[in-house]
T-cell receptor, first 116, second 113 residues
Framework: AQKITQTQPGMFVQEKEAVTLDCTYD???????LFWYKQPSSGEMIFLIY??????QNATEGRYSLNFQKARKSANLVISASQLGDSAMYFC?????????????FGKGTKLSVIP | DGGITQSPKYLFRKEGQNVTLSCEQN?????MYWYRQDPGQGLRLIYY???????QKGDIAEGYSVSREKKESFPLTVTSAQKNPTAFYLC????????????FGPGTRLTVL
């Protein structure tokens, strides 16, 4: 079974609108972390936002927020006021305490295209 | 500036040749990782190392080898045993705790001719 599922291969959003990228995860570990990364066409991976499994509040970083619904095992990324520079691949990832290796498991990604 | 460097950016290899991809970090991170990225596949872990002189296989280690002789360096060798090595390779590093942000290098695009 996939540990991280991103069901939207591609998304379009109008400039200045908000967009939600979906991510569901599967783990039996009570302690885990959820991450979102952005990958522009240049290939670099840019860290956006992090949510810990014990965090009570949803994480926010500027225009990025993470809609964390623990019971549903979902960690959706919300980008407000989209900009043309937001066009990129977006990856959801998870680390688990039980793994003991600090490694991240990535989803397959969502390609976001921002339309002027 | 602190960060991760990977070289070369582009690499071409003939079938049957081994090639080594370089990864260096000056972030003083203990852990380093190698990922492979194919179109539509996301990132898959090849090898990781949490401390000097120790490393562990990831999900797709077959046909690859690594070394970790220095904290700053984690080179990846793609051997001739790797059946389909054409891919984008990303190196990352982090501190060793569960809630760790991984910092990534710019990547190396390997093409087998």
């Amino acid at each position: 079974a996939q540990k991280i599922t991103q069901t939207q291969p591609g998304m379009f959003v109008q400039e200045k609108e908000a967009v939600t990228l979906d991510c569901t995860y599967d783990t039996s570990d009570p302690s885990y972390g959820l991450f979102w990364y952005k990958q522009p066409s240049s290939g670099e991976m840019i860290f956006l936002i992090y949510q810990g499994s014990y965090d009570q509040q949803n994480a926010t970083e500027g225009r990025y927020s993470l809609n964390f619904q623990k019971a549903r095992k979902s960690a959706n990324l919300v980008i407000s006021a989209s900009q043309l520079g937001d066009s990129a691949m977006y990856f959801c990832a998870m680390s688990e305490t039980g793994a003991g290796s600090y490694q991240l498991t990535f989803g397959k990604g969502t390609k976001l295209s921002v339309i002027p | 500036d602190g960060g991760i460097t990977q070289s070369p950016k582009y690499l071409f290899r003939k079938e049957g040749q081994n090639v080594t991809l370089s990864c260096e970090q000056n972030l003083n991170h203990d852990a380093m990782y190698w990922y492979r990225q194919d179109p539509g596949q996301g990132l898959r872990l090849i090898y990781y190392s949490q401390i000097v002189n120790d490393f562990q296989k990831g999900d797709i280690a077959e046909g690859y080898s690594v070394s970790r002789e220095k904290k700053e360096s984690f080179p990846l060798t793609v051997t001739s045993a790797q059946k389909n090595p054409t891919a984008f390779y990303l190196c990352a590093s982090s501190i060793t705790r569960v809630y760790n942000e991984q910092f990534f290098g710019p990547g190396t695009r390997l093409t087998v001719l």
